[in-house]
């Protein structure tokens, strides 16, 4: 029996537990949701985002960096892989390496990522601590599609998170999390059951 929704194909990067990904898996179960996790990536062996994605049924591969030449080779070969799997979608869930031009090119409209900040303000790997430096009371997180820079792609959605004045690093970037998890599988669904459109810096979603 076909399916009332078209269901569009997502493969996943990641590099440590995988709670994003987890929770793009089970938002896929519902058939109404328009998208599932067909394959899983990851930069090492041996993490939780892997076993979440061996418990759901969903194919894996592992490509470490150490294991080429140089980084472009590192990065064809990334991108081969992911082109096995026919995405609709690539999402970066807490992928550590940067992709390189052949990632880009294959996939450069099609890949998102998710920052603990209001971009453009605090990129880098210490969004949360930075931003808490410098005693700002609203940050949030970003969905942004990647570009060749550092956290500088067009922007897809953004969600604000207070910060409290007793807040440290750590509980910050819990409650940035919990707003980032639900605006990724929210954005994620809109994308591919509405589609997109890039022009220059903006994101249109019919």
């Given at each position: 029996?076909?399916?009332?929704?078209?269901v569009a194909r997502?493969v996943v990067l990641?590099?440590?537990s995988?709670?994003n990904l987890?929770a793009l898996?089970?938002?896929?179960?519902?058939?109404?949701?328009?998208?599932?996790?067909?394959?899983v990536?990851?930069?090492?062996?041996g993490i939780?985002?892997?076993?979440?994605?061996?418990?759901?049924?969903v194919?894996?591969?592992v490509e470490?960096?150490k294991?080429?030449?140089t980084?472009?080779?590192?990065?064809?070969a990334?991108?081969?892989?992911v082109?096995e799997?026919?995405p609709?979608l690539?999402?970066?869930a807490g992928f550590l390496k940067?992709?390189?031009p052949?990632f880009?090119?294959?996939?450069?409209?099609r890949?998102?990522?998710?920052?603990n900040?209001?971009?453009?303000?605090?990129p880098?790997?210490h969004g949360p601590r930075?931003?808490?430096?410098?005693g700002?009371?609203?940050?949030?997180?970003?969905l942004?599609?990647?570009?060749a820079?550092t956290?500088?792609?067009?922007?897809?959605?953004?969600?604000?998170?207070?910060v409290w004045?007793?807040?440290?690093e750590?509980?910050?970037?819990?409650?940035?999390?919990?707003?980032?998890r639900r605006q990724?599988?929210e954005?994620?669904g809109r994308?591919?059951?509405e589609?997109?459109?890039i022009?220059?810096?903006?994101v249109?979603v019919?």
């Amino acid at each position: 029996m076909p399916e009332s929704v078209p269901v569009a194909r997502i493969v996943v990067l990641v590099s440590g537990s995988g709670s994003n990904l987890q929770a793009l898996l089970d938002a896929g179960a519902d058939p109404g949701y328009g998208a599932r996790v067909v394959a899983v990536g990851a930069d090492r062996d041996g993490i939780a985002g892997l076993d979440r994605a061996a418990a759901a049924g969903v194919s894996t591969f592992v490509e470490r960096v150490k294991d080429y030449p140089t980084r472009s080779d590192w990065d064809a070969a990334l991108t081969a892989r992911v082109t096995e799997h026919t995405p609709d979608l690539v999402v970066s869930a807490g992928f550590l390496k940067l992709v390189g031009p052949h990632f880009l090119a294959a996939f450069g409209d099609r890949y998102l990522n998710t920052h603990n900040t209001l971009l453009p303000a605090f990129p880098g790997i210490h969004g949360p601590r930075d931003a808490l430096a410098y005693g700002v009371k609203v940050t949030g997180a970003t969905l942004f599609f990647v570009d060749a820079g550092t956290d500088t792609g067009p922007i897809v959605a953004q969600v604000t998170v207070p910060v409290w004045d007793d807040d440290d690093e750590q509980t910050l970037t819990e409650r940035i999390k919990e707003a980032e998890r639900r605006q990724l599988v929210e954005q994620v669904g809109r994308l591919v059951r509405e589609g997109w459109t890039i022009t220059g810096r903006k994101v249109t979603v019919p």
